[in-house]
């Protein structure tokens, strides 16, 4: 079993949700995947993470603009959207600009889309924070789901998976064991749960390469 600075390289691209802003930093969801494919038996390295806390999809985008090159990933994750939402950003905007950073993920996968894994945008508005914010939490609801559905289609046009986790986050949204300090953040327990879902994807994404 490889070691978790060994193996397969893999790119992780995001902002709070995948550097896990409120846990240890062994407790985010990209390394609790490489940890879950590890002991399964495929050797996968902890991923190099591209993220920050209140990122949005542009600004990702700069971010890898002035990153060194990133070179070729065996595995590339991307979960990215809500700050856009929560800033009010358009859904057109959203569209063109996660279409863009999609291709590019898969140009880190070295032109395969098949290495590539999108989650979609966890439900803010039914965390704690959301509840206690003053928000229209079935308006962030509408809004979430559209720019889900318009990442969802851009991965089906681009043959790249797509993992909806929305729906964990909905059930679980409010439940204290499911979050940070913040109220808002998910806990380590909750990325747990993500990567549950995740990981069987994972695996044949990786077995196909």
């Given at each position: 079993m490889a070691a978790a600075g060994d193996g397969l390289p893999y790119l992780a691209l995001g902002d709070s949700y995948t550097i896990g802003e409120g846990v240890a930093a062994e407790a985010c969801w990209p390394r609790q995947l490489a940890g879950a494919l590890r002991a399964a038996g495929i050797p996968l390295a902890d991923p190099r993470i591209l993220a920050a806390t209140g990122w949005t999809t542009d600004e990702l985008a700069a971010a890898l603009d002035a990153a060194e090159p990133p070179g070729e990933y065996a595995f590339v994750s991307l979960l990215i959207g809500v700050n856009n939402q929560y800033r009010g950003r358009s859904l057109e905007d959203y569209r063109a600009q996660f279409t863009a950073l999609l291709e590019r993920a898969i140009?880190?996968?070295?032109?395969?889309?098949?290495?590539?894994?999108?989650?979609?945008?966890?439900?803010?508005?039914?965390?704690?924070?959301?509840?206690?914010?003053?928000?229209?939490?079935?308006?962030?609801?509408?809004?979430?789901?559209?720019?889900?559905?318009?990442?969802?289609t851009a991965c089906a046009a681009r043959g790249v998976?797509?993992?909806?986790?929305?729906?964990?986050?909905?059930?679980?949204?409010?439940?204290?064991?499911?979050?940070?300090?913040?109220?808002?953040?998910?806990?380590a327990a909750a990325y747990a749960d993500w990567v549950r879902l995740a990981v069987p994807l994972a695996q044949r994404l990786l077995a196909a390469r």
């Amino acid at each position: 079993m490889a070691a978790a600075g060994d193996g397969l390289p893999y790119l992780a691209l995001g902002d709070s949700y995948t550097i896990g802003e409120g846990v240890a930093a062994e407790a985010c969801w990209p390394r609790q995947l490489a940890g879950a494919l590890r002991a399964a038996g495929i050797p996968l390295a902890d991923p190099r993470i591209l993220a920050a806390t209140g990122w949005t999809t542009d600004e990702l985008a700069a971010a890898l603009d002035a990153a060194e090159p990133p070179g070729e990933y065996a595995f590339v994750s991307l979960l990215i959207g809500v700050n856009n939402q929560y800033r009010g950003r358009s859904l057109e905007d959203y569209r063109a600009q996660f279409t863009a950073l999609l291709e590019r993920a898969i140009g880190f996968a070295g032109g395969a889309a098949g290495r590539v894994l999108v989650l979609s945008i966890p439900d803010w508005g039914a965390t704690r924070f959301g509840r206690e914010s003053g928000r229209d939490t079935a308006a962030i609801a509408r809004e979430l789901d559209a720019c889900n559905a318009a990442a969802r289609t851009a991965c089906a046009a681009r043959g790249v998976a797509f993992l909806d986790i929305t729906a964990i986050s909905r059930a679980h949204g409010a439940d204290a064991a499911m979050l940070a300090a913040d109220g808002l953040h998910p806990s380590a327990a909750a990325y747990a749960d993500w990567v549950r879902l995740a990981v069987p994807l994972a695996q044949r994404l990786l077995a196909a390469r």
